[in-house]
């Protein structure tokens, strides 16, 4: 069989193929020239003939073999099941001669990968992963076989396919990298071969040339600098390098795999004096072209960057830094920056050209970012222009790239980048603060902060600068954490935030107080508020590729542990450590289980590594631990067991440093590192019940329990022994915790609590003094008497204790409050210290309050004490010491409100002037008035602002009604008018949760908060008259900016002297101490209030008109320029200069001319200058002129110009409120005829006139000295229903009986108003009139205006609001009675 094989094989070969073959194949020349000598003649005949040879269909089915994985048995010269395959053809093969034998095994298998080879041409897409497979395992037991299968296939058929060639350089490229060696006539045919087919053009385009690239890469793992020589030589022809080469140059640099150990090092010391000798190329005009081309080719997928654009831009870098010309260097770096940024791997390949470039250039780099960043385009990007364009996206993220490129700046430069530290941060800074905000900015800018932290840690002279921007720029990351979604984890944005602010934390200068509270606040808050890890994970269930949400919580846990121990070792103090601590004491006292969990985790994980490490000072005072103490204490009664286990390892830590601390600088005998407690209950069941671990990890070998003595006793007795090495003020301070739990609304922390304080007093009652007496609770009474027992002596304490926990108030927290109040001389002293509070405006932390709230913001005690002030002026614990300080809290409000806005805190929405009187407590009401004869009831002022149902008008109990009018069965009847809602006398306790529903996290702004305690003190004393007098006017808007503020103070100042407020002089003693405060804005208040108050005669009783006036010079002195204007401003009032009287009348005349000017805004300010003239003279001055005032204004009630009606009405108001007291009977007639006019505009179009039309009708109320003035105002301020027009009407027609005809005949006239809100108005002013003066009114009234009356009520039952329908149907149906009559 094999002489019929020889011979079939040579008939079919020619000689020039065999010749070819032999000169193309080193290993078949060898073995030719090895079997010239073989006496059996035989000789290996080619590939091509092998594998025409006829092969049996069992030999065909024997290559379907299973491959063997192990690569470890792939250079096996003898291969048994081949030998086996051959020993099963005939018992003829077993007697041939071994070298026959095996060279036929080899050529045997040679035939089978042959066809393998020509197989890869099919289309059959799982055959060919089958024929690959298989060829790739015959190469990892025969690599040099199917290497030389490979070149013979492809030098007998060089018109193969592209694509057969695409899958052939695949296999060959397995082949080589499975080899373990390469023969030097291997690597440069198979070389040459990749080169040639590199840059070679076919239909599969790059993907052709990726395939003979990797070939060339699967060389270089045997001999890469040969490959290297080569692409050197290729690189500096002249001609910018093809694309395959540098595609093989760009995974030689970014895959390490390639080279041996050291190896790394020589390519890249290869690759920089490739650059140096590319320099000449970049004045070549053509090759400079190609590379920008190259650099800005679109990318197949913009998530990755081929090799060959990623090692062009390191390519690129490397040329500039070797150039030495600086223009060249400046015109190539700003040509670069001119191309988009649109795309992520873009810009961080831009940045990376920058930084190499700035290795060797960094002042010139520098210059090219500045001159960059101030072209035109990044000025649009950041004042965020609006993007119109697919060129517009090129430019919106190359701020981006500027912060990347500063970051590679660090890297590169290394040691000279110190220097240059705080300018580039002020620019990072700045792109991060003006920058369109969105993921890419925020990943660029951590990007780059972190390559410049990591440059500046790794330099060793970083500790010999002080860099001035690290605050600002600690700034920045707080406010990226403060914006991370609260209720997801799915980036590693925290973890390296924190990591950040860690390296920060250790340069010069050290952090301030206040940077570094806000920095563990903003740290804390944002890891240890984050939802449980089942919550995480739903988050994250529509990744593609989810991240491991455990995994990324514990680094980003480790990281903030990482922080606070950064924090201890830069200062190992007990101060600090109690900043440290006393951040984490809110999220010890939280509602949720994960929170406390990982808050304690975080104490214990510090106290632990402060046990191990010893880096306290010994020499340092232990102190201010009761707190910490008290805590732990109460966690250690947690319902969750992680939770009690792990206090009680922090207990046991503590003991520790209590015992090193008070042994000073000696060692501990006999002290054994304390170790984790094991995180296993009694009953083995695991412990992780928080949710921050999906199962309990198994115990380390160094996480069982510690041997020291302490650890092995139980929670109570721990907290005993702790105690034994107290001070007397740590007992205090311990009992501060316990009282502050005794209000928490846990009953696991109120009963903790509770035990704590037994334990304290039984076990030192006699280092407590006083607290001894205190009886331990056990019902809610006792602990309130408790606490009313304890506030006696130390009330100041228990206020500040009381303050870190009420904000939010609830129903817990104020039963405490009340208590401390429950004695009259306590109460007064609670409102003291809270005024004091108050005053300490500054935010730095206080020595029990510095932890953050776990909420959104910190909330300071100044902050706390003004909400506290508010809800206490409800109790009526607090009800007489609130009347008392008056004068203290009115002041120290108006400061207050001052202080909030110079905060620019965030306040919230405005809300519409017309509240919700049930739900308002603070709304005035009269409560020492007389009891005023009840003309009607005063109405229920609704909650609902649209118009009620028609209601039922009874019959006027006052006014007389026709004796000989029958009652109509359908006429309306008047409404019941409810009683003027009461204010509450109990405080507004906050609502207790309800099971299942967790309490609402909004809070109001500390600005809202406290004009709601100035609303409110008005109303709860007595004060409703100032209070209408603001709300009436729109007042409070004044408040909510600071630049209207000094407007608001006037207002309310000018209400109380119109008001003759009883409380002026109190407040005049009380402002005097005022202007001498050290704060501007205290100063402020009082000045204003004293320029209003000079108006009042009863200031003079206070303070005389010559001490009015040194107290207003020495204002004059005032580093405030606006004390200094104000006071000035006071200096001129008429009281200090008399002659201005007769000046000031005498102008009136030509004013009142000016009101007939055709200019709208010159009339308007006539008419403001006219009442500023009234308010400046006073009633006894403007009373000769009040009535051409008064006739004037009101000429101008409906002219058809907005301004000018809202002005009129303002000035009629002022006139009004000017003369009141005044008997002119003139005036009185005018205030008269003006009341019909005021009461139909109280539906004018024109907001503005609405306003001026209520005040102004309130103000003439009082003139007439109508009763139920308080009830008057509130439907004033807040009704709006049938009733409330009722009500109005009913106070009209009961004062003003003399002048019901001037009233009726005014109406009417008002039917003929173009504005249908005012016409109906006064459609139902008539209706009301008819109905209860129907025979007074057929008198006066004319056929004409019953016509009209018909008219007006037909349209009225085309009205959109259904009750004015029905009324008008019903007023229809009863005019047409009475019209009837003779």
Known sequence: MDGQHSEKSQSDTTADRTSSAMSQNPRAAQRQAGTRGNPEGDAPCPASHRISSPISRSMKDLSCMKVPQDPAHRDKQAHPTTILLCKSRSSQAALMPKEHKMFMEEAYNAAICFKMLRDLNGSDPLHLKYIIKKIKGMAYRAPNLVLETIHDYLVDNPEISSRHKFRLFHVLEAVIEASNSLEEAWQKSFMQLALENMTKSTELEEVYQDAASDVLLAICRHSWRVVAQHLETEVLTGVFPHRSLLYVMGILTSNEAIFNEGEKACWEEQLAQLAVKSVQFLNTDMWSKELLSALTKPDRTHQEQPPEKAFLFIYYGLILQAEDNSTTVRTHLRKLLDTSHQWPKQREGIALTIGLAAARHLDHVWAVLEQFGRSTPIKWSLHSFCLKNAEDLQWKWASSTILLSYGQMAVRAKAHILP??????????????????????????????????????????????????????????????????????????????????????????????????????????????????????????????????????????????????????????????????????????????????????????????????????????????????????????????????????????????????????????????????????????????????????????????????????????????????????????????????????????????????????????????????????????????????????????????????????????????????????????????????????????????????????????????????????????????????????????????????????????????????????????????????????????????????????????????????????????????????HLPQEPRSAPEPQPGHEAPEAMPSPHSTSLEALKSLLSTTGHWQDFAHLELQGGWKLFSTIDTYPQGVSLLARAMVQNHCKQIKAVTSQLLPNLQSKEARERKVAILILTEFLYSPTLLEVLPRQAALIVLARSLRDPSPEVRVLSLQGLGNILFHPEKESLLRRQLPPFLDGFFQNNEQVVVQVMGTVSDVLHRLGAHSAAAQSLGVAINARSFFDDERDGIRAAAMALFGDLVATMAGKEISSLRTQVHQSMVPLFLHLKDHCPGVVTQAKFTLYRCAVLLRWRLRHTLFCTLAWERGLSARHFLWTCLMTHSQEEFGIHLAQALSYLHSRHRHIKTWAALFIGYTICYHPQAVSQMVSSVDTNLLFSTFEDLKKDPEPSIRVFATRQLYFLQKVAARP
């Not at 590594?609 to 340092?620: A, G, I, M, V």
């Open 420 to 981: 240059w530290v705080d300018n580039i941060l002020s620019r990072m800074v700045f792109y991060f603060h003006y920058s369109s905000w969105d993921e890419t900015l925020k990943q660029s800018f951590l990007s780059a902060v972190l390559m410049l932290v990591g440059a500046v840690s790794r330099n060793e002279g970083a500790h010999s600068y002080e860099f001035s921007q690290v605050s600002e720029l600690l700034d920045c990351l707080m406010v990226l954490m403060e914006k991370e979604p609260r209720d997801t984890l799915c980036t590693p944005t925290r973890q390296q935030t924190i990591h950040i602010i860690s390296n920060l934390c250790k340069l010069r200068p050290p952090l301030d107080l206040e940077k570094k509270s806000q920095l563990l606040s903003t740290c804390l808050h944002s890891v240890l508020a984050l939802p449980l890890l089942d919550v995480l994970e739903k988050h994250t269930c529509l990744f593609l590729e989810p991240p491991n949400i455990q995994t990324l919580y514990n680094k980003t846990s480790s990281a903030l542990d990482q922080l606070l121990q950064s924090f201890i070792m830069q200062s190992p103090t007990t101060d600090e450590l109690h900043l440290l601590l006393s951040h984490l004491y809110p999220w010890l006292a939280s509602e949720k289980a994960q929170e406390r969990q990982r808050a304690v985790d975080r104490s214990t994980a510090l106290l632990r590594f402060l046990s191990h490490s010893h880096s306290l000072d010994p020499k340092e005072d232990f102190r201010r631990i009761g707190q910490l103490v008290g805590m732990l204490g109460i966690l250690c009664q947690d319902p969750d067991r992680a939770i009690q286990q792990s206090s009680v390892e922090g207990l046991g830590h503590l003991y520790q440093l209590l015992i090193s601390q008070t042994a000073r600088a000696a060692p501990m005998v006999n002290a054994q590192a304390p170790k984790q407690l094991s995180p296993a209950s009694v009953d083995g069941a695991p412990v992780w019940s928080s949710g921050d671990q999906k199962t309990a990890p198994p115990t380390p070998p160094e996480m069982t329990f510690p041997k020291d003595h302490i650890f092995q006793l139980d929670s109570s007795q721990v907290i005993k022994e702790v105690m034994k090495h107290l001070t007397k003020a740590e007992l205090t301070d311990l009992i501060w915790t316990a009282i502050e739990g005794l209000g928490s609304a846990s009953p696991f922390r109120v009963q903790a609590a509770a035990d704590m304080l037994l334990t304290t007093i039984r076990e030192h009652g006699a280092k407590l003094e006083t607290l001894c007496s205190v009886c331990i609770p056990q019902a809610k009474e006792k602990a309130l008497h408790a606490i009313t027992l304890l506030a006696q002596n130390h009330t100041p304490e228990l206020v500040a204790t009381f303050l870190d926990f009420s904000v939010p108030l609830d129903s817990h927290a104020f039963c405490l409050w009340r208590a401390l109040g429950a004695e009259q001389p306590v109460s007064r002293q609670v409102l003291a210290v809270l005024l004091a509070w108050l005053q300490e405006r500054a935010l730095p932390p206080g020595p029990r309050d510095s932890g953050p709230q776990p909420k959104d913001k910190p909330c300071p005690r100044s902050l706390a004490a003004m909400n506290m002030l508010h809800e206490l002026q409800f109790a009526r614990e607090f009800k007489k010491a609130v009347q008392e300080a008056f004068p203290q809290l009115l002041l120290a409000l108006l400061a207050q409100l001052h202080y909030t806005l110079e905060l620019h805190l965030p306040q919230e929405p405005h809300l519409p002037q017309e509240p919700l009187l049930p739900q308002e407590p603070h709304l005035p009401r009269e409560p020492h008035l007389p009891q005023e004869p009840h003309l009607l009831q005063e109405p229920h002022l609704p909650q609902e602002p649209h118009l009620p149902q028609e209601p039922h008008l009874p019959q006027e109990p006052h006014l007389p009604r026709e004796p000989h009018l029958p009652q109509e069965p359908h006429l309306p009847q008047e409404p019941h008018l409810p009683q003027e809602p």
